[in-house]
């Protein structure tokens, strides 16, 4: 639709940067991957839901869901039509408000939302939407933060991605780890291991300069320097909490939430 690059241009450029998966995510149309050299990746089918209305991802879509005017009837298509739905860039335009929160905390039945976009580096709005994530979450709404490059060319890809916990390198398989919250989100720090024994939760992230946990409403409630966290949540007294992890050169990795 608005994109600068062919599918093929830009299945080479994720092969290069050392992708495992991609998924091409086209205005209002299920790409065809069927077609595409996957060098050596694995292409998940996808669609971008735009029509009108505020932009929802359709992840490993089976067939073209439209926009009929109302998002929740959509989302719900998606979920026993298609794939599953990710609301996409909530703080993207000049008001900072694409999904403004009323409109998150009144919509049901979709699995999260970007909590990192990169197009918005270059255009209106912040790329990051922890705060709206931090409101859904402490509103008791057990939702996943994914981040993505929303590219538009080749240029701009390579800045934000999903790295999986997947049973096997299938698309069933990533797709059902990113459905499920198995995963966690990325623009730089690599995670080598996120531990839960009793009440002890232990992060590893061997390029991260500083780990932090979050909590209720985005509170922070502990931090260490350096590439190693161990935090006993005995005496939390918070619905969640949620590792954010910092390396150089605005560099972050962001967990998904545990709930307590």
Request: with cysteine.
């Amino acid at each position: 639709s608005d994109g600068r690059d062919t599918p093929e241009a830009m299945v080479r450029r994720y092969a290069e940067l050392g992708h495992d998966f991609l998924m091409i995510s086209d205005h209002d149309g299920v790409t065809d991957t069927g077609g595409l050299d996957p060098r050596g990746m694995v292409l998940l089918p996808g669609n971008e839901v735009w029509g009108g209305g505020p932009h929802v991802l359709d992840v490993g879509a089976r067939k073209r869901i439209g926009w009929g005017g109302r998002l929740q009837p959509m989302l719900d298509a998606i979920n026993s039509e298609s794939g599953f739905p990710v609301l996409a860039h909530p703080n993207w335009g000049e008001d900072f408000n694409h999904f403004p929160v009323g409109e998150l905390l009144a919509l049901a039945n979709y699995a999260g939302i970007e909590i990192y976009n990169g197009t918005c580096l270059h255009s209106s709005g912040s790329h990051l939407a922890l705060d709206k994530w931090d409101l859904l979450l402490s509103a008791g709404r057990k939702v996943w933060g994914y981040a993505g490059d929303d590219a538009h060319m080749a240029i701009h890809a390579g800045l934000g991605w999903n790295v999986v916990r997947a049973r096997s390198r299938t698309p069933e398989a990533i797709l059902q780890a990113l459905r499920s919250g198995s995963f966690y989100a990325s623009c730089g720090v690599r995670i080598e291991e996120i531990r839960c024994e009793g009440p002890v939760v232990t992060v590893r992230a061997p390029n991260a300069q500083r780990i932090a946990v979050v909590g209720r409403f985005g509170a922070r409630i502990h931090a260490v320097e350096g590439p190693n966290l161990r935090f006993d949540t005995a005496d939390v007294m918070q619905p969640y909490i949620r590792i954010e992890c910092y390396g150089a050169a605005e560099q972050a990795a962001w967990t998904q939430p545990l709930m307590i």
